[in-house]
């Protein structure tokens, strides 16, 4: 194996052996959200026409699934090898800075995939859903999959402890998951309110992943993947520019 | 002449601590080098900039020939560094923890070298064992087997025996003198002087980020630590004007420090003119130890 596909699946097995934790978790976490939430809110809340509020909830929960469990792998891991000291043993082999971002980058895309996957599998029993659009459907959540997982690598390389990334997953990827229109159509908010998810990121990737299940969305989709792409982007080239500079890795 | 290791006036500044002040020390193929120093005097950083785990900020390193910024993946694929830090990825067994550290490197089919390592260092017991499960002593080798995987020509060892027992050492030394008999280059940093004295063919000494000695031991021990000699004489007080530094006078035996062999002849020669009469002599061979205090001493 080369240096990349062992970095990726070292990444890989790593999250497959407490699949438990990584993957599981998560699954059970979703249904809960879409049997409280479409208990409490189902009928009461107004979205496309033809669509029930548990079917608009589905690729929502499924989304947001993807994208914090892309961020988790790879900023928990990166934080861990950091704080235990075994993040030499992938800084002493010659591992070029893309390898090493493009192995970490694919293993959270995975790892979201495979939660995203298992949400999808979970719910279909309970809620009927049809892809009238399935190529959407996988763009969105690969390039959502992706941003999260450099996003989870520039945190991993910036952190110096558990503390910080705990910080930036509950104080922004939560908020950001949570307020993108996962659990409701952003057309139902007041206008202030609309405008303010427009600078919501996560917004554009729950909103074009829904439009490949449904056809509709709140804002066109080639514009939602265009926005999505150059954040993924830049946090790429951040991510890149840390790597290449050894910030806080090649002290 | 390429060098296993060749550093040229190195600096690293951690913001206002100059932790490397100009260091420059070439190690030659083969050679079973010592780099020793007190704490704190920047032997891990030189060893973290050999290894590329730290950027050097002024100077060259080069690792047989391969600069080890602008030639990384050369550089290191010819080092094997056995960190000082106990660590270990508790995800893992022993060998998914070997297997993977080869693959690091780009090699494919390394079973049969893993299987090898894993046998010289013991660890055949606990192959399929979690890293987690294993005891310190236990995970210093597979740390040793880890820099072992891609059969590095240059290995570079931490403290590769802080805190180990006596049975681990010496045979985790047997086995590193072999591989140097091998061909294989050994940089060495260590705490347990002994051992130094008794493996290295050379040595540096660092104090403050500077190397203060840097010589083969042989010449060490000749040129700094002298020769301690002891005697009990037929009386109770020695010549006067013996002309050497005396230790310790405790009623008719005495210590005396002699720079050299002829500093022994010249002393027995003041003796006898003195009449007195040696009861019982004991001559200390020099020792690292002494070498160190004085050559720290000195800067």
């Given at each position: 194996m080369g240096s990349f596909t062992t970095l990726l699946y070292k990444e890989t097995l790593r999250f497959w052996k407490v699949s438990f934790q990584t993957v599981a978790a998560p699954v059970l976490m979703a249904l809960l959200y879409l049997v409280v939430f479409a208990h409490a809110l189902g009928g009461r809340m107004p979205i496309y026409d033809q669509v029930s509020y548990a079917q608009f909830l589905v690729p929502g929960l499924v989304m947001m699934s993807v994208l914090q469990n892309a961020f988790a792998n790879s900023s928990s891991s990166l934080i861990q090898s950091k704080i235990t000291g075994n993040v030499v043993f992938m800084l002493l082999p010659p591992i070029s800075y893309l390898e090493f971002f493009g192995a970490y980058v694919l293993a959270s895309v995975i790892r979201g995939l495979v939660v995203g996957v298992g949400v999808l599998a979970v719910t279909v029993w309970f809620v009927d859903l049809r892809m009238v659009a399935p190529l959407w459907v996988f763009g969105f959540a690969l390039l959502g999959a992706a941003m999260l997982g450099a996003l989870g690598l520039v945190a991993g390389i910036w952190a110096d402890k558990f503390d910080q990334i705990a910080a930036f997953q509950n104080f922004v990827i939560l908020p950001l998951t949570f307020l993108s229109g996962v659990f409701y159509s952003?057309?139902?908010?007041?206008e202030f309110w609309q405008a303010a998810s427009h600078l919501n990121p996560f917004f554009y990737m729950i909103d074009g992943f829904r439009y490949g299940f449904f056809g509709v969305s709140d804002f066109p989709p080639l514009a939602s993947l265009a926005v999505v792409a150059v954040s993924f982007a830049l946090l790429s080239a951040a991510c890149l520019l840390m790597l290449r500079s050894g910030y806080k890795l090649r002290q | 002449m390429t060098f296993a290791i060749e550093a040229l006036n190195v600096e690293k500044r951690y913001g206002a601590l100059q932790a490397l002040a100009g260091v420059s020390l070439a190690v030659a193929e083969g050679e079973f080098f010592g780099l020793l120093g007190p704490n704190g005097a920047g032997k891990t950083t030189l060893i973290s900039i050999i290894a590329g785990l730290a950027r050097a900020s002024a100077g060259k390193v080069r690792v047989m020939g391969a600069d080890v910024v602008d030639d990384y993946r050369r550089a290191r694929r010819m080092l094997g560094v056995v960190p000082q830090e106990l660590v270990f990825d508790p995800f893992f067994t022993v060998r998914e923890t070997l297997r993977i550290q080869s693959g690091y490197f780009g090699l494919r089919k390394n079973d049969s070298w893993i299987d090898e390592v894993i046998h010289y260092l013991d660890l055949g017991a606990k192959?399929?064992?979690?890293?987690?499960?294993?005891s310190g002593g236990m995970k210093r080798r597979v740390l040793v087997a880890q820099a072992l995987v891609h059969k590095p020509p240059v290995i570079v060892l931490d403290e590769p025996t802080a805190g180990v027992d006596v049975e681990l050492r010496q045979g985790l030394w047997k086995f590193i003198r072999r591989l140097n008999r091998d061909g294989h280059t050994i940089v060495l940093t260590t705490h347990y002087l002994e051992e130094a004295e008794e493996l290295c063919d050379r040595i540096a000494m660092l104090k403050a980020g500077r190397v203060v000695a840097l010589d083969s031991t042989r010449n060490l021990l000749e040129n700094f630590s002298g020769l301690v000699l002891k005697l009990r004489l037929d009386r109770d007080a020695l010549p006067a004007d013996l002309g050497v530094e005396v230790l310790a006078n405790d009623g008719g035996r005495f210590t005396l420090r002699l720079r050299d062999y002829a500093g022994l002849e010249e002393v027995l020669h003041r003796l006898r003119e003195a009449g007195a009469t040696i009861r019982e002599l004991e001559l200390e061979p020099p020792d690292l130890e002494e070498v160190f205090l004085r050559v720290m001493a000195k800067h």
């Open positions: 952003i057309r139902t908010l007041p | 192959a399929d064992a979690n890293m987690r499960t294993l």
